[in-house]
């Protein structure tokens, strides 16, 4: 109900003519579902996973996907998150689909989040890992290196519908690190210092991200 909600108000934003970044993630569906539905037909859109690449062909919007090299700009990017701090600090990836994400996400005019409220979080992480995109032959150097220098746990995601670990869009695999408590944000970056890791989940570059929110009783909020 609540992502069905925030997805719908999602649909105001897009105009005619612009070039719509589709973030990725169950909440993500919901806006792609409600765009092929209720959103204009003249738009560009551009899809951050094969998941939601599919969803987009499947609701008729098939024809407006353009890879992100055939685009010259993102107007609005409309993606979810795990959790979201009151900075508009966001933890994302549980979906796997970080890396493309945070480009579109970082690289777009605007920025809109679709969350239902229990994400709203004091801190990250708060009951989510931070999954870091590895270049697969490095995963184990990296998730050493990422417990030696932060401490806590890195684990190897596994796939659900196959043995084995999970792979991205981008044939990574992915980290999903526990630290031992609230991260500060330059994280973001310390993270990718270390050799092997392609991406990670904390999304802090975007403060100025408009947040929609679905409250339990049915209501939006907007941050
Ligand atoms: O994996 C991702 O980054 C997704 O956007 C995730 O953060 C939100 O997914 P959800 O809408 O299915 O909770």
Aim: aromatic content about 4%.
């Amino acid at each position: 109900m609540g992502k069905a909600l925030v997805a719908r108000e999602a649909v105001k934003y897009i105009k005619s003519g612009m070039v719509v970044g589709l973030g990725s993630g169950t909440t993500a569906r919901e806006f792609i579902k409600a765009l092929g539905e209720l959103g204009p037909r003249d738009v560009a859109l551009v899809a951050t996973s094969v998941d939601s690449e599919l969803l987009a062909v499947e609701v008729g919007l098939g024809d407006r996907l353009r890879p992100l090299w055939a685009v010259d700009r993102i107007d609005i990017a409309v993606d979810g998150a795990d959790e979201v701090t009151e900075e508009k600090i966001l933890l994302k990836g549980r979906g796997g689909a970080l890396l493309r994400e945070k480009v579109v996400d970082y690289m777009a005019e605007r920025f809109l989040v679709l969350i239902e409220e229990h994400k709203l979080v004091q801190h990250i992480p708060a009951r989510n890992p931070i999954p870091i995109e590895v270049v697969p032959w490095a995963w184990r150097s990296v998730a050493r290196a990422v417990e030696a220098k932060f401490g806590g746990t890195a684990k190897l995601r596994q796939d659900g519908a196959k043995l084995g670990p999970a792979l991205t869009d981008n044939g990574n695999y992915l980290l999903d690190w526990t630290p031992p408590g609230p991260v500060e944000p330059s994280l973001e970056e310390e993270l990718k210092l270390i050799p092997g890791v392609v991406e990670n989940g904390i999304f802090s570059k975007r403060r100025d991200a408009t947040v929609l929110v679905a409250r339990g009783d049915g209501t939006l909020k907007v941050l």
